[in-house]
């Protein structure tokens, strides 16, 4: 089952941990987002591999947007 | 004094200098980035120059562009307020060398406090104690233990590149050692690129206490009191009041004397904050020294209620070589003032929560003061911090303080953006807060005690 990750707010992508391919753990952090000049690191919930990552590090989110979709 | 003044910086800040400068008869310039333009200091300016987008870098971070601003204005003087370029040496060098007159202490200073191991040596030789730490990155896994065991347990892993509170764990005894050594190494690696690891001694139940000083143009140096900021969450302060509550009175003086010490020992100049950690029993306490901010502070209005002085005039005077606007050593403080700063984050776990602010009402009154950034139909946007506003509650005695800002906080209306005045009135009803026994564990162990939502 696919698992996608949205914003929860308006957010800049400050680190992109992962790429698309990668096999991740449940807990790893595969994005930083950073809003208010705060740090806001997004993980994995459960194992698997990364198959949509349509962002990259600069990129201004809006809440509700996809950061990541992993299978 | 100077004929016009350029203020680097944005929101509740920016206006709050601009305040004073234009009633000093200064004429008062803002810059701002593009999502700013609507906020109020930029409209309560005499004149705004936009720098460019939204992003620090872009913008309020720009040495180049805020120094073109300030050719292009005629402006005399920069005010940098706090964060930002405020404790840039090299962009205050620059100020200078533009013949422009920098509003804080000398680029040196600045220099020298901004490293953390410098600033400890200086601090320490001046007479102030210091907390125990490895001088320099530790050489692995090994060499941390040694040193471990020479400090003592329980310490501070910290990653020597690391800031804003990344990075940091707290151990208990060489296991604990062993296994935040790799991860924060390892952490810090990934982040920062850097695998450094500083150790230091940890002190659990220990209030943040800092002093304000004033560095005059005459070369002496002033002690205004200090001020609690044990009511933090990751780390950043969110309440602080003066004076401080259950301080033994003796530290106290101590404290004071070692600060004008200190800033007497570097030549220090117009208003800086000497930071402490205050630790043990009432009656049996003890400090050792934190860190030196070379610039205004966030909570400095606590200080500017009780002692009824203007400190942002008091460092202009100062930047422009005169004598302060009072005899500051005839000067006695009043009363007890707090500070809440009012935040874009959810009350709960402290999430950043941006928006467009739809209904905006401030608290008035007696002994009320509100240091606002924003306005209804302005927009908190992710790219700075989440301060919205600071609400100063001043009156005799503590009780009546918080009686005070009791009331303040239930006519504080505000709509839009996630905001955090539910979490000041859930600490009102904390019995340590109430007491004034509490230390910066204090918020840690509110949101302990409550279920998870």
Redesign the interface.
């Given at each position: 089952m696919a698992q996608q990750i949205t914003a929860?707010?308006?957010?800049?992508v400050w680190?992109v941990?992962v790429s698309e391919g990668s096999a991740v753990a449940a807990g790893d952090t595969l994005v930083i987002l950073?809003?208010?000049?705060?740090?806001?690191p997004i993980e994995a919930e459960s194992a698997g591999t990364v198959t949509k990552l349509p962002v990259s590090e600069g990129d201004?989110l809006d809440e509700g947007d996809l950061i990541v979709e992993i299978t | 004094m100077m004929e016009s003044l350029l203020v680097a910086n944005r929101g509740e800040i920016a206006r709050r200098i601009i305040r004073t400068a234009r009633r000093l008869g200064i004429r008062a310039i803002a810059v701002h980035s593009d999502v700013d333009a609507g906020l109020p200091f930029v409209n309560e300016a005499d004149e705004a120059v936009e720098l460019g987008p939204a992003a620090p870098a872009e913008s309020y971070r720009n040495a180049d562009r805020i120094l073109d601003a300030a050719r292009r204005t005629g402006a005399c003087a920069i005010h940098p307020g706090y964060g930002f370029l405020s404790e840039n040496a090299s962009f205050a060098r620059q100020v200078e060398q533009a013949g422009l007159i920098w509003v804080g202490p000398s680029p040196a200073v600045i220099e020298l406090m901004g490293d953390k191991i410098n600033a400890r040596n200086t601090v320490a030789t001046a007479g102030m104690p210091v907390a125990p730490g490895t001088p320099e990155p530790v050489a692995g896994e090994a060499a941390a233990i040694d040193a471990a065991a020479a400090i003592g347990y329980p310490l501070m892993v910290k990653a020597s590149a690391g800031g804003g509170g990344m990075g940091m764990a707290v151990v208990h005894d060489e296991d604990g050692l062993r296994k935040q050594y790799a991860a924060v190494s390892g952490f810090a690696e990934r982040m920062f690129g850097d695998p450094g690891v500083l150790l230091e001694r940890y002190y659990p139940d220990a209030r943040h206490v800092e002093v304000q000083i004033l560095g005059l143009a005459d070369g002496t140096v002033v002690a205004l009191g200090e001020r609690n900021c044990s009511v933090q969450r990751r780390n950043q302060k969110l309440v602080e009041e003066t004076p401080s509550p259950g301080l033994d009175p003796e530290l106290r003086e101590h404290m004071l004397a070692a600060a004008v010490q200190a800033g007497k020992a570097v030549g220090y100049r117009n208003a800086g904050t000497v930071e402490c950690l205050v630790y043990g029993e009432p009656g049996a306490q003890s400090f050792v020294f934190l860190e030196m901010n070379t610039r205004l502070q966030v909570e400095h209005p606590v200080t500017e209620e009780v002692w009824g002085i203007d400190l942002v005039e008091q460092q202009l005077r100062i930047a422009a070589g005169e004598p302060p606007s009072v005899d500051l050593a005839a000067l006695r403080p009043h009363g007890h003032a707090l500070e809440f700063r009012v935040n874009a984050e959810d009350p709960v776990r402290f999430l950043p929560g941006p928006g467009m602010i739809t209904t905006w009402t401030e608290p008035a009154g007696d002994g009320v003061r509100v240091d606002a950034g924003y306005a209804e139909g302005t927009r908190v946007t992710p790219s700075y911090d989440s301060l919205m506003a600071k609400l100063i509650v001043h009156a005799d005695s503590r009780e009546a303080a918080l009686a005070r800002a009791r009331t303040a906080l239930a006519s504080f209306a505000i709509a839009g953006p996630k905001h955090n005045l539910p979490f000041f009135v859930e600490l009102l009803g904390e019995p340590s807060f109430s007491d004034g026994t509490y230390s910066t564990a204090l918020v840690t162990r509110m949101r302990a005690a409550r279920p998870r939502t």
């Open positions: 929860d707010i308006a957010a800049n680190k941990l950073e809003s208010m000049k705060m740090e806001l201004v | -």
